[in-house]
């Protein structure tokens, strides 16, 4: 009896050890063994994302990071309005 490889289809393992290499050079001077993504590298020289680039990816994620409110213009400005008056506190009490 022999196997089908349609109905028979590789191992996760199998799969993983017949992967391409990524190939990049690494400190030592030898050669990257990680299995490689579509771009031809493993994730750590190159196959992960760095982020958006776009103008529409760059204001999608400044919009996500403002929306606790944390670090919006109305907060800071009053964080600038809480320290003068606490600077204003703090010359009154040197007065005294």
Excluded: W, Y
């Amino acid at each position: 009896m022999t196997l089908d490889p349609a109905q028979n289809p590789m191992s996760p393992a199998a799969r993983l050890f017949a992967a391409c290499r990524c190939g990049a050079r690494t400190r030592a001077g030898g050669v990257c063994q990680q299995p490689a993504m579509r771009n031809g590298r493993c994730r750590l020289h190159g196959g992960k994302s760095t982020g958006p680039r776009t103008a529409e990816g760059l204001a999608r994620i400044k919009a996500t990071q403002t929306i606790h409110g944390g670090h919006s213009r109305e907060v800071r400005e009053l964080r600038r309005q809480v320290r003068a008056l606490l600077a204003g506190a703090a010359e009154l009490v040197e007065q005294e």
